[in-house]
């Protein structure tokens, strides 16, 4: 019954059925091929970016986003670009020339004449590094610390097998130089002083000139974690004699994550002829050997050290005076603001007298919900701050004002906040 419901022409021959069905599969045929010219030019690339940009305008996600975390920081256009470049030879003459330039960018901004040695990694590769290449088993050293960065410093002497020895400071304050002293007669074993400079987890920045000639006295050298003071403070590493100070690309220099950058004064290079803990990858004699033959030990990050170069030209080009001074007037705007937010409830995390001026600290009140406060800057505003590490997470945010940055963007942050709280 049901095939005669669907064949109400049983009567009709056999060929008329079959000379039915091809018209109507010509018919249908010329149909899909007609919709198919309409449909082809709508999915390639020019018209699928118009489509995806059309859809994005519609969207809630800001179109400008103020990344103001503590690193990787926002890059310029120009050294967007530079990142982009074709690859080289890491051997070739090209390569000599980049890194080179490279190099005596860094001397600069470092304020240094000393050798500044180039590893493919993150800042906390070159704070090992650092310890391996300065320490040999059985050795004790003093680590200075009052935030998370320092007490990374810390343990990775502690998973070599060194005796650390821990000076520290309540959150949001900065060690006491006599306090380090006292540690160095108390362990005369002690010859190697671990400090990073400026703490992010706290937004505070120890007196790392007053520790280095402590260090010296008492016949100690130091390392120093500079990864985000470097390029945006005044750090003159010779000047204050620092033996070994440690940088990376993602933050004040303006370039993408890849490089640490690992300053080498003579007194370390003299104890690391002696230092017999093991080392390769970080080897500073073996990255220096490469470094003299205009090459590196092995394949380097090159669109790091492209955008590196370009950004230490533009850095050059400013000045180191500007540059500070650019950091410092962001910093002051940013403090600011949080001191006519403190109706809500905020307030400066860090000791006034060590604040630092490239990380601001903000305390939250009891109870407040930072990680909605945080959504809430990025999800409506674009603004993207950080939270608190550690102990800390929860408890304060962190804003970050370093490398690509003016007082007009903390501006823009201040705005966003306010308007935040006043909606909560």
């Given at each position: 019954?049901?095939?005669n419901?669907?064949?109400?022409?049983?009567?009709e021959?056999?060929?008329?059925?079959?000379?039915?069905?091809?018209?109507?599969?010509?018919?249908?045929?010329?149909?899909?091929?007609?919709?198919?010219?309409i449909?082809?030019?709508?999915f390639s690339?020019?018209?699928?970016?118009?489509?995806?940009?059309?859809?994005?305008?519609?969207?809630?996600?800001?179109?400008?986003?103020?990344?103001?975390?503590p690193?990787?920081?926002?890059?310029?256009?120009?050294?967007?670009?530079?990142?982009?470049?074709?690859?080289?030879?890491h051997?070739?003459?090209e390569?000599?020339?980049?890194?080179?330039?490279?190099?005596?960018?860094?001397?600069?901004?470092?304020?240094?004449?000393?050798d500044?040695?180039?590893?493919?990694?993150?800042?906390?590769?070159?704070?090992?590094?650092?310890?391996?290449?300065?320490?040999?088993?059985?050795?004790?050293?003093?680590?200075?610390?009052?935030?998370?960065?320092?007490?990374r410093?810390?343990?990775i002497?502690?998973?070599?097998?060194?005796?650390?020895?821990h000076?520290?400071?309540?959150?949001?304050?900065?060690?006491?130089p006599?306090q380090?002293?006292?540690?160095?007669?108390?362990h005369?074993?002690?010859?190697?002083?671990?400090?990073?400079?400026?703490?992010?987890?706290?937004g505070?920045t120890?007196?790392?000139?007053?520790?280095?000639?402590?260090?010296?006295?008492h016949?100690?050298?130091?390392?120093?974690?500079?990864i985000?003071?470097?390029?945006?403070?005044?750090?003159?590493l010779?000047?204050?004699?620092?033996?070994?100070?440690?940088?990376?690309?993602?933050?004040?220099?303006?370039?993408?994550?890849?490089?640490?950058?690992?300053?080498?004064?003579?007194?370390?290079?003299?104890?690391?002829?002696t230092?017999?803990?093991?080392?390769?990858?970080?080897?500073?004699?073996?990255?220096?050997?490469?470094?003299?033959?205009?090459?590196?030990?092995?394949?380097?990050?090159?669109?790091?050290?492209?955008?590196l170069?370009?950004?230490?030209?533009?850095?050059?080009?400013?000045?180191?005076?500007a540059?500070i001074?650019?950091?410092?007037?962001?910093?002051?705007?940013?403090?600011?603001?949080?001191?006519?937010l403190?109706?809500?409830?905020?307030?400066?995390?860090?000791?006034p007298?060590?604040?630092?001026?490239?990380?601001?600290a903000?305390?939250?009140p009891?109870?407040?919900?930072?990680?909605?406060?945080?959504?809430?800057?990025?999800?409506?505003h674009?603004?993207?701050?950080?939270?608190?590490?550690?102990?800390?997470?929860?408890?304060?945010?962190?804003?970050?004002?370093?490398?690509?940055?003016?007082?007009?963007?903390?501006?823009?942050?201040?705005?966003?906040?306010?308007a935040v709280?006043?909606?909560?």
């Amino acid at each position: 019954m049901r095939g005669n419901v669907f064949n109400h022409r049983g009567t009709e021959s056999t060929e008329e059925t079959r000379s039915g069905k091809k018209k109507r599969m010509r018919a249908g045929s010329r149909r899909t091929s007609r919709l198919t010219q309409i449909l082809t030019p709508l999915f390639s690339f020019p018209l699928c970016a118009l489509y995806a940009s059309a859809v994005h305008s519609f969207s809630t996600i800001p179109k400008a986003t103020q990344l103001r975390i503590p690193g990787p920081t926002p890059l310029p256009d120009a050294v967007r670009e530079a990142t982009g470049q074709q690859m080289i030879n890491h051997r070739g003459p090209e390569f000599a020339t980049l890194l080179a330039e490279t190099v005596a960018g860094m001397r600069t901004i470092l304020q240094t004449t000393h050798d500044v040695l180039l590893l493919s990694c993150s800042g906390s590769g070159g704070m090992e590094a650092a310890v391996i290449n300065l320490c040999s088993p059985g050795d004790a050293v003093v680590a200075a610390h009052a935030g998370v960065f320092g007490e990374r410093f810390a343990a990775i002497a502690e998973a070599y097998g060194i005796a650390v020895h821990h000076v520290t400071a309540p959150d949001g304050h900065a060690v006491d130089p006599a306090q380090v002293a006292d540690a160095l007669v108390t362990h005369p074993r002690a010859k190697t002083v671990l400090l990073t400079h400026n703490e992010s987890s706290t937004g505070v920045t120890h007196d790392l000139a007053a520790i280095t000639a402590v260090a010296h006295r008492h016949g100690a050298i130091i390392a120093a974690d500079c990864i985000t003071s470097t390029a945006a403070l005044d750090v003159p590493l010779d000047a204050w004699g620092v033996d070994v100070a440690v940088s990376a690309s993602q933050k004040a220099w303006m370039a993408p994550p890849g490089l640490a950058m690992v300053a080498v004064g003579p007194r370390a290079w003299q104890r690391s002829m002696t230092a017999t803990l093991p080392r390769f990858y970080f080897d500073f004699q073996r990255a220096r050997d490469a470094q003299e033959k205009g090459q590196t030990p092995s394949t380097p990050a090159l669109p790091t050290l492209t955008g590196l170069h370009r950004a230490l030209q533009m850095l050059v080009a400013e000045g180191l005076p500007a540059i500070i001074a650019r950091h410092h007037a962001a910093a002051e705007a940013c403090r600011a603001d949080i001191g006519d937010l403190a109706e809500y409830g905020l307030r400066l995390f860090a000791d006034p007298t060590h604040a630092s001026d490239t990380v601001t600290a903000v305390a939250l009140p009891d109870g407040f919900d930072g990680a909605r406060l945080l959504a809430r800057l990025r999800d409506a505003h674009g603004v993207i701050l950080a939270g608190g590490l550690g102990q800390l997470a929860g408890r304060i945010i962190r804003i970050g004002h370093l490398g690509n940055v003016t007082a007009a963007d903390m501006a823009v942050v201040g705005d966003a906040l306010r308007a935040v709280l006043r909606e909560s």
